[in-house]
């Protein structure tokens, strides 16, 4: 590695598909896993609202699913799901849970009680008022916690190279640390960091125009 | 509560102190003041917000430093010491107590103490006695955490903690700002029953004119920019407002106010015709003749006042009974104030007040024209 | 059922707990490496927080790098400080020390931002009457600022052990040895029960880390704050 440059830019350009790719595959692993985990805390969150003793419980497990390292629960499930991106999409939206679901619970506990109570009065059925009141209301503090699982994702799903996945870990890892090839890993490594900011910023422009009643008060 | 220098203060003397927060140009926030506060005496600094009083008390334990002149404890500068040694020297209570939360009361209290690095039996016994003196029972308080303490307990604790090390000098910031009206009255009546022991030279911020003047032995009334409008006593203060700024500061009420200075002991009583129960009325009615006002104050045999008892209402024979009695307005005592009984009198709308001791027997009659007597424009208001 | 038995006759296989590729040697790995590293981040880290808190200064480029920090995959900080080591020191015989280096980076955002929020939380009216009484800077940082804080930094330690810990099984990847070696080992052979086995020693060994760093931080909070902050996780 000593002997050529620590970084060839003429390698990026070279492997422009190959690295375009990567990308894509990176996206729609977090795609997934966004997606589907938000469907379950959705779930997990009008359940709990309906029965509050569950949300201990549901908080102890999702944080305990949270603690364990990404290699070590994507290893545990290989003798059941194999090398496969079930395996990986399994514990990436384990991981999504603690945040989504604790987020999309004291979203809608932060509906204000005297709105539920005017919608009720305007004659809303519960899911009209779920649907028209409570989730705009309580969009932005949903998508806070969907920008932090996203960005959270973006990053675990690099380990997804070690099960031999691909996406940007396949860079940092396979092309990258295994050849002691700096420019791949530094290129994975930005790439994830650029996938990260824009996805954070892209999500966060998405709430403002969903709720433009918030800019209004705000401002 | 005359002024006379106690053992336990020192005087505290500003002499032309400006402070200034922004460059020259901009009005100071305390303006060349100059005023000797004597040794012993509650100093309260009252205004207007902007006026200056918390950075004036701030200079004083040098929380602020003054941009221009002197201020001396005893006659030391206060510069001469360490900003870290002064403070250590000098009592402190705020607002919002400032217990630390993550020490019991017994630790809190100990702070200063152990700052100055007393021998641990000698902080043990101070902490008692300073809980016990505030009235908080050390065996059931000293282990307590704050977070368990009410708004009272907690303001009590926060003054044994400025007293632990018996500092002359106590400067105290809106101490009673942040709790309710009643217990409000309460902490004050406590504080100058405190004061009356240990005789500090408290310098105590308020923004209330009620306050100020409740508790002040000398009052200094600052107006924007940190400027002096008067320094007195709260008799001359309201009797004789130097300027037409402190006149609408203290009120329109401020005769009224005058009458919060003195207490029911304060004035004259009247004897009235006292009547037992069970005295024959023939005998009664004799001695209400004799009295010539047409009624008499009837009490029971511990001397406790039942009400008032008419001649032209009196029976014929027999003995008096506690049920002829018609009850008048609730008993004084002798440390309410005028303005108090003023109000109690007004209540009742009866003209005489019967005024009773600790074990409620009877020791004279206040009339509502005793008092107005007070707000003669040209009297002066008798201090208790 | 037949797998557990294999998991299992891995874990009794004297084979397994013998020589340089034994289970007591990895576990070593794992928990030494992680403890060096976090030992070091706290080293580095609360002095920082503590300045940027205490005095106030700083905050915004500490926030900056912390954002940052949470943005680069913990993969990721492994893979750019293994080229750079290799630069620096020539090739060979690194061993943990790229590791090292990347799972301090990683402990480090986690401290300093609790840290200083944790101070920043005190109420200035405290600080003011600590002033007050004639306490010094330093004693009201220590008497003060710190015990009232605890519970806030030591959820940061707690945070960024779990996060060390769990990294360390990525640092087989660059350096060979802790747990996760057996992980990378038994999915290059296929020998799936060597991949669980260590998979389940990994995960306990993060819980436990999780529970004794809460149990640490209900420990040292004083009882005066049990009841007004009972500090759950931050991530």
């Known amino acids: ?219 | 509560m005359t002024p006379q220098a106690r053992p336990g203060g020192a005087v505290v003397t500003f002499e032309h102190v400006t402070k200034r927060y922004g460059p020259p140009g901009v009005p100071p926030a305390v303006d060349d003041l100059s005023l000797a506060i004597p040794a012993g005496e509650i100093c309260v600094l009252v205004g207007p917000s902007g006026c200056g009083k918390t950075t004036t008390m701030r200079m004083i334990n040098r929380l602020a430093e003054p941009t221009a002149g002197r201020i001396t404890i005893d006659g030391q500068d206060v510069r001469d010491l360490s900003a870290v040694e002064l403070r250590r020297g000098i009592g402190y209570v705020i607002q919002q107590v400032g217990l630390f939360p993550h020490l019991t009361v017994g630790e809190n209290v100990a702070i200063v103490p152990r700052l100055l690095r007393w021998p641990e039996p000698r902080i043990r016994e101070r902490v008692e006695e300073l809980l016990e003196l505030v009235g908080l029972e050390p065996g059931a308080y000293r282990a307590r955490y704050p977070a368990s303490l009410s708004g009272g307990e907690r303001q009590r604790v926060g003054v044994a903690r400025a007293l632990a090390a018996d500092p002359p000098v106590m400067l105290m910031d809106e101490p009673f700002g942040a709790v309710d009206p009643i217990l409000r009255d309460r902490l004050q009546n406590e504080l100058l029953r405190l004061q009356a022991k240990v005789g500090k030279t408290i310098v105590f911020v308020t923004h209330d004119v009620d306050e100020a003047i409740k508790m002040a032995d000398r009052v200094a009334i600052l107006r924007r920019g940190g400027v002096l409008a008067q320094f007195d006593t709260p008799e001359a203060i309201l009797s004789a407002p130097a300027s037409e700024f402190v006149e609408h500061f203290v009120g329109a009420d401020r005769g009224l106010k005058r009458l919060s200075l003195a207490k029911v002991r304060d004035l004259q009583l009247i004897q009235p015709l006292i009547v037992r129960v069970g005295e024959p009325r023939v005998e009664v009615r004799r001695r209400m003749e004799v009295d010539g006002t047409g009624y008499a104050l009837l009490v029971d045999a511990a001397d406790r006042p039942l009400g008032w008892v008419d001649s032209a209402e009196l029976a014929a024979d027999g003995t008096l009974t506690e049920e002829e009695a018609t009850p008048g307005a609730p008993p004084l005592q002798p440390e309410t104030t005028l303005r108090d009984a003023l109000s109690t009198l007004l209540g009742s709308s009866v003209q005489l007040g019967v005024v009773t001791d600790e074990r409620d027997r009877v020791l004279g009659l206040l009339s509502v024209d005793a008092i107005s007597e007070v707000l003669r424009p040209d009297a002066t208001a008798p201090r208790s | 059922m037949e797998f557990l038995g294999e998991v299992a006759a891995w874990f009794s296989d004297p084979a397994s707990w013998e020589g340089r590729n034994s289970i007591p040697l990895r576990l070593w790995e794992h928990v030494s490496l992680s403890a060096t590293a976090l030992a070091l981040g706290v080293l580095i880290a609360l002095p920082i927080g503590l300045a940027i808190g205490h005095s106030g200064r700083g905050a915004r480029a500490a926030v900056a790098i912390t954002n940052i920090g949470r943005a680069i995959p913990s993969l990721g900080w492994l893979g750019m400080v293994l080229p750079i080591t290799l630069v620096l020191f020539e090739r060979g015989g690194l061993g943990f020390l790229p590791a090292l280096i990347a799972l301090v980076a990683l402990a480090i955002p986690p401290i300093v931002t609790n840290t200083y929020a944790g101070l920043r939380e005190v109420d200035r009216e405290l600080i003011d009457a600590a002033r007050g009484m004639g306490m010094g800077e330093r004693r009201i940082l220590t008497a003060v600022e710190v015990p009232i804080a605890l519970p806030v930094i030591l959820a940061g330690v707690r945070s960024s052990a779990v996060q060390v810990v769990a990294t360390a099984t990525l640092a087989a990847v660059v350096a060979g040895g802790t747990l996760g070696d057996f992980i990378l080992q038994g999915i290059f052979v296929r020998d799936l029960p060597r991949v669980f086995g260590a998979a389940l020693m990994v995960a306990v060994l993060a819980l436990a880390t999780e529970g004794l760093f809460a149990l640490l931080q209900r420990l040292a909070t004083s009882p005066g704050l049990r009841a007004a902050t009972d500090v759950g996780r931050t991530s």
């Open chain 1, 1 to 219: 590695m000593n002997d050529q440059p620590f970084f060839r830019i003429d390698w990026v350009i070279d492997n422009l598909d190959e690295i375009g790719g990567r990308v894509g595959e990176h996206l729609v692993m977090t795609g997934i896993a966004i997606g589907v985990g938000l469907v379950i805390s959705f779930g997990l969150a009008l359940l709990i609202r309906r029965v509050r003793p569950l949300y201990g419980p549901t908080i102890a497990i999702t944080g305990a699913l949270y603690s364990i390292p990404s290699l070590a629960l994507f290893a545990l499930l290989i003798p059941i799901t194999g090398l496969s991106l079930l395996t990986a999409e399994i514990a990436l939206v384990s991981y999504t849970l603690l945040i989504l679901v604790r987020n999309i619970v004291a979203a809608l506990d932060g509906v204000p009680a005297e709105v539920l109570d005017a919608a009720d009065g305007m004659g809303f059925g519960s899911v009209e008022r779920l649907w028209r009141v409570e989730l705009p209301i309580a969009l932005p503090v949903i998508v806070a916690g969907v920008r932090i699982a996203t960005v959270t994702t973006i990053g675990l799903v690099t380990v997804t190279s070690l099960i031999g996945l691909g996406g940007l870990g396949y860079l940092i890892v396979n092309t990258g640390i295994n050849r002691f090839f700096a420019t791949s890993i530094y290129t994975g490594v930005a790439l994830s960091v650029a996938l990260a900011v824009l996805a954070d910023v892209g999500l966060e422009s998405l709430q403002r125009r969903l709720t433009p009643w918030a800019r209004a008060r705000s401002g």
